[in-house]
């Protein structure tokens, strides 16, 4: 029988609620497909900034590299804004990133047939969606160096430097590549290459390394562009590939084609150890503690868990399957707009869910 390790960072704000119920799939995901799993419980974000004075304490970032996979909820607060950049939850995210090497983020986005009517947009536009955003996640402007905020003549200036190297580009790109040949066969490098060099060099180098793919139909499109085509028309898109930046902001973007962030999950992956899977939401601390969240992105990233980090594909399968059951059944949770819907707590999705497994 296999056996897991899994570390759980359950970290802030509506984090504990989410988790609780992946912590419930797992149990019985086990029982029924036969493995073992030993699930080790860390301190991260702004929990642990309070209990251990840092945001990723290093017992944490020690026990996630000896895992097998990673799960996590979400980190951060407005409580913790006021403190200095290196204590901060997102800091702690980022560490972690750098630390376990997680420079691709895969983050698919795919319309619930049940849940049509949930997003903002017209249902023609959206029912064909299933796309996936690559974004690169250890470089780029959150990373870059020289950064600041310094006095000029008594002004104050921010600046941030936005940075790639030929191989880093080169290393997200082989990733879409090998995610799209599974799918598709269809890739779009999101840049900026008409006004910044960086996006230049981003385009040159996609641009070589897929001449050595003809099979794969290939596009560059300017951030702008895709932001607007994203709205416009998201069903032409199967695999988006681009920078840290852009790939979160689009990323949260395609998120609402949904219907609501509490949908979606995602994997930040590296070449060799332990991935981590958490939803793209943030701690949502405006609904905390209220026992209203959904806990769907959360475990659709622990599908993704078993699916890419654990290689259980029956069991990921059957988590999908058990939300699209609950969700066509007419349950929701408030964030999923629909009014013929039976609202049901956070808690009471999680049942829901574990029932049809
Ligand atoms: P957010 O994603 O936490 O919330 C945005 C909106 O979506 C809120 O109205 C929230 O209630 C709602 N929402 C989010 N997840 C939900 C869910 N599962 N169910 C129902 N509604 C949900 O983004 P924000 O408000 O910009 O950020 C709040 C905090 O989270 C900040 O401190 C931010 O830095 C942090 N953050 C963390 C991560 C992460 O942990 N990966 C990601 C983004 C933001």
């Given at each position: 029988?296999?056996?897991?390790?899994?570390?759980?960072?359950?970290?802030?704000?509506?984090?504990?609620?989410?988790?609780?119920?992946?912590?419930?799939?797992?149990?019985?995901?086990?029982?029924?497909?036969?493995?073992?799993?030993?699930?080790?419980?860390?301190?991260?974000g702004g929990i642990a900034y309070e209990q251990k004075g840092s945001p990723a304490p290093q017992e944490t970032l020690e026990s996630c590299k000896s895992s097998d996979a990673v799960l996590l909820a979400c980190v951060g607060d407005i409580k913790y804004d006021s403190l200095s950049r290196d204590l901060r939850p997102e800091t702690g995210l980022l560490k972690l990133r750098s630390e376990l090497?997680?420079?691709?983020?895969?983050?698919?986005?795919?319309?619930?047939?049940?849940?049509?009517?949930?997003?903002?947009?017209?249902?023609?536009?959206?029912?064909?969606?299933?796309?996936?955003?690559?974004?690169?996640?250890?470089?780029?402007?959150?990373?870059?160096?020289?950064r600041g905020i310094v006095n000029i003549s008594g002004e104050k200036k921010g600046f941030n430097t936005m940075t790639y190297s030929a191989s880093e580009i080169k290393r997200i790109t082989d990733v879409a590549i090998k995610?799209?040949?599974?799918?598709?066969?269809?890739?779009?490098?999101?840049d900026k290459a008409n006004v910044l060099e960086v996006s230049q060099l981003w385009r040159e180098t996609v641009e070589e390394i897929m001449k050595n793919h003809p099979d794969i139909e290939f596009s560059n499109m300017y951030v702008d562009n895709a932001a607007m085509?994203?709205?416009?028309?998201?069903?032409?898109?199967?695999?988006?590939?681009?920078?840290?930046?852009?790939?979160?902001?689009?990323?949260?973007?395609?998120?609402?084609?949904?219907?609501?962030?509490?949908?979606?999950?995602?994997?930040?992956?590296?070449n060799d150890g332990p991935g981590v899977f958490e939803p793209v939401h943030g701690s949502a601390p405006?609904?905390?503690?209220?026992?209203?969240?959904?806990?769907?992105?959360?475990?659709?990233?622990?599908?993704?868990?078993?699916?890419?980090?654990?290689?259980?594909?029956?069991?990921?399968?059957?988590?999908?399957?058990?939300?699209?059951?609950?969700?066509?059944?007419?349950?929701?949770?408030?964030?999923?707009?629909?009014?013929?819907a039976q609202i049901l707590s956070c808690t009471e999705m999680g049942e829901k869910i574990i029932q049809e497994i």
């Open positions: 029988m296999n056996n897991y390790k899994i570390v759980l960072l359950s970290g802030d704000g509506i984090g504990p609620e989410i988790s609780n119920v992946s912590k419930k799939l797992l149990s019985k995901l086990s029982e029924k497909y036969k493995f073992n799993f030993e699930l080790k419980e860390e301190l991260f090497n997680l420079f691709a983020n895969i983050r698919p986005v795919k319309i619930r047939r049940s849940l049509l009517n949930a997003s903002s947009l017209r249902k023609e536009i959206i029912e064909n969606v299933d796309l996936i955003v690559v974004r690169e996640l250890t470089g780029g402007i959150y990373f870059g160096e020289p995610i799209t040949k599974k799918r598709n066969n269809k890739i779009c490098s999101v085509q994203l709205i416009r028309d998201p069903s032409q898109f199967d695999v988006i590939v681009t920078n840290n930046l852009f790939g979160d902001i689009l990323s949260d973007l395609a998120a609402m084609l949904s219907g609501s962030i509490g949908m979606l999950p995602s994997a930040s992956l590296s405006d609904i905390a503690g209220k026992d209203i969240a959904n806990p769907i992105a959360m475990a659709l990233s622990t599908a993704m868990m078993l699916r890419i980090g654990l290689n259980e594909p029956n069991a990921a399968d059957n988590i999908e399957l058990a939300i699209d059951n609950v969700l066509s059944k007419g349950f929701r949770t408030s964030d999923l707009i629909d009014k013929d």
